[in-house]
C-alpha cells in the first residue's frame, strides 16, 4: 500500500546541514501532518495542515519548518539540523469526510541521522 | 492537557493465545476518539482499530477487539489466536474533537509485544 509515500526513507546528515524530508499520497486527503517518534517517547506532533493555505505548529516545532506545496504533497525541512534531530520522521493524512473520527493514516517514516 | 498511559512496556504471548494490551487516559472531555496503531519491524504505522467515546459498544475487527471503560478512562486492546506476525510495538492514541486546533493525536509510549512459537 503506496497511499503515503515518504522520501528519503533513510538519511544520514551532518550538524549544521539543511535537509528537506517530503511526503506525498494519493489517498486524496485533504489533511497532512508531520510527527517524530523517539524511542520511549511515542510520536509527537511537529506541524500539521488542514489544507493548502492552513499551516499550524505542533508540541515540537522548533528547529523545524513546512511547505505544503500542493493538496498532496508537505514537506518538513530542518534548516540547520543538529543531533537531537536524529530519530524517526512519520508523515500521516487524514480526511476531513472522516468525521468526527478523522482517522490518520501513516507514511513508511523516514530514519534520520544526524552526526 | 490530555495523556495517554501505556504502564507495561513489554508483554509475551503464546502463539495462539490470547492477550490484553493495556491504556489508559486522562481527559476531562466527554466527547472523544480512541485508536490502537501497531508498529511491526517495518516501521510502518498501521491502524488497528478505532473507538468513538459516544458509542457504549465495543469496537471489534476480526481478531482485535477493545475493553473501552469511559468511566475508568480505560482502554485496552485485546488480540485473540495470537499470530507470529503480530510482534510489534503497539501504540494507543487519544484525540479530542473538535476537527481544529485540538485534531492532533496525543500517543502513549507503547508496548512492545512478542509471540513465541
Known amino acids: 500500500d503506496a497511499d503515503v509515500t515518504q522520501t528519503p526513507r533513510n538519511r544520514i546528515t551532518k550538524t549544521g546541514k539543511r535537509i528537506m524530508l517530503e511526503c506525498s499520497q494519493t489517498k486524496g486527503h485533504d489533511r497532512m501532518y508531520w510527527y517524530r517518534q523517539d524511542p520511549g517517547l511515542g510520536l509527537r506532533l511537529i506541524y500539521y495542515?488542514?489544507?493548502?493555505?492552513?499551516?499550524n505548529k505542533g508540541e515540537i516545532s522548533d528547529g523545524y519548518s513546512v511547505s505544503r506545496q500542493a493538496q498532496a504533497k508537505f514537506s518538513l525541512s530542518l534548516e540547520s539540523a543538529i543531533p537531537n534531530q536524529t530519530a524517526l520522521y512519520f508523515c500521516a493524512t487524514s480526511d476531513w469526510r472522516d468525521r468526527p473520527t478523522d482517522t490518520q493514516y501513516f507514511g513508511p517514516g523516514t530514519r534520520l541521522t544526524v552526526l | 492537557a490530555q495523556t495517554v498511559t501505556q504502564s507495561q512496556p513489554e508483554m509475551s504471548v503464546q502463539e495462539a493465545e490470547t492477550v490484553t494490551l493495556s491504556c489508559t487516559y486522562d481527559t476531562s472531555e466527554s466527547d472523544y476518539y480512541l485508536f490502537w496503531y501497531k508498529q511491526p519491524p517495518s516501521r510502518q504505522m498501521i491502524l488497528v482499530i478505532r473507538q468513538e467515546a459516544y458509542k457504549q459498544q465495543n469496537a471489534t475487527e476480526n481478531r482485535f477487539s477493545v475493553n473501552f471503560q469511559k468511566a475508568a478512562k480505560s482502554f485496552s486492546l485485546k488480540i485473540s489466536d495470537s499470530q507470529l506476525g503480530d510482534a510489534a510495538m503497539y501504540f494507543c492514541a487519544y484525540r479530542s474533537p473538535p476537527l481544529g486546533a485540538n485534531s492532533k493525536l496525543t500517543f502513549g509510549k507503547g508496548i512492545t509485544l512478542s509471540v513465541r512459537p
Open positions: 495542515s488542514f489544507d493548502v493555505k492552513d499551516i
